[in-house]
């Protein structure tokens, strides 16, 4: 009889291991929502590109992941629909990424909302409505608020939550990136990220209340867009410190999103 486990391809913290990386977090919270059976395969990484492509996924650390996944794809995911996955060909994008999912049958797919649609397709039972027209809206907000944060997350992943393994790679690859070592560019580029955020997280409070029956974007019907949303803030709570009730506080209303967060709470649970 065939195997119905999922294996879900995440990034570790430091131990013990937990899910951190905001990308990755949506893929697991689909994964719960629909009840599937899966393990994770924890693959030390670097950090979640947002500041070269907002919404790509996680850049992975070679070897790592590469080794274990440039074998497998590209592999037909799902044969009924006819659905190939091959490596990402973004320009500034790594060929290999997380989230990325091994499919009961042994196939592999990568990127979030691939994955979101595959397993939408394999399991329409919990209904989990992928929303264009929701994410149209949506996107651009978080796009902006990200940007703005960028200053502040990137220097803290570093110091908080990457293992040995990963630390020296994010570390030089962010320094050729930005073109300075992180503590100075948080230094020249992190005051005032929040006052520069503020419009933007209040944009996506008045988004997430347009339906104000809640406690989902579009009422009680929860959809994968919440589950982006939650990967976010879930993400600056795992960061400590005061960056996660400062980006309530820029919010403007910071219990919205508590009572949010407490709404996917059957589903956040499980984070390794």
């Known amino acids: 009889m065939a195997s119905s486990i999922y294996t ?3 990034i570790p913290t430091k131990p013990p291991r937990v899910c951190w990386s905001m990308n990755t977090w949506r893929t697991r919270l ?18 979640p ?21 440039s074998s497998q794809i590209p592999l037909l995911v799902a044969p009924a629909h006819s659905i190939s996955v091959a490596p990402n060909e973004r320009e500034g ?12 049958g042994g196939s592999y797919v990568m990127d979030s909302y691939k994955i979101a649609e595959i397993i939408e397709q394999r399991h329409p039972e919990p209904t989990l409505p992928l929303n264009a027209q929701l994410q149209s809206r949506f996107q651009p907000i978080l796009v ?9 997350y990137v220097p803290g992943v570093a110091e908080r939550f990457l293992s040995e393994h990963s630390l020296g790679y994010f570390i030089e690859t962010r320094r050729e990136d ?9 230094k020249q580029h992190g005051p005032g990220a929040f006052d520069r955020a ?7 409070s008045g988004l997430l209340n347009e339906v104000s029956s809640g406690p989902f974007f579009l009422g009680d019907v929860v959809t994968y867009t919440d589950f982006i949303w939650a990967g976010i803030l879930l993400f600056f709570e795992r960061l400590g410190g005061e960056e996660y009730p400062e ?9 919205l999103h508590k009572r949010f967060l407490d709404a996917l709470s059957p589903w956040t649970k499980r984070d390794d």
């Open 247 to 255: 980006l309530l506080k820029r919010s403007g209303d910071a219990d």
């Open 198 to 204: 503020e419009p933007f997280a209040q944009q996506m």
């Open 93 to 104: 994008s790594p060929k290999f990424t997380c989230p990325a999912l091994q499919m009961p």
């Open 178 to 186: 930005l073109g300075m070592d992180l503590e100075v560019y948080r």
């Open 144 to 152: 902006q608020l990200m940007t703005q944060l960028t200053p502040v």
């Open 8 to 10: 879900l391809f995440d």
């Open 30 to 47: 689909l994964l719960n929502y629909k009840g599937l059976d899966y393990t994770t395969e924890w693959v030390n990484s670097t950090m």
């Open 49 to 69: 590109y947002f500041f070269v492509a907002i919404l790509n996924p996680s850049q992975l650390e070679y070897p790592d992941i590469q080794n274990r996944l």
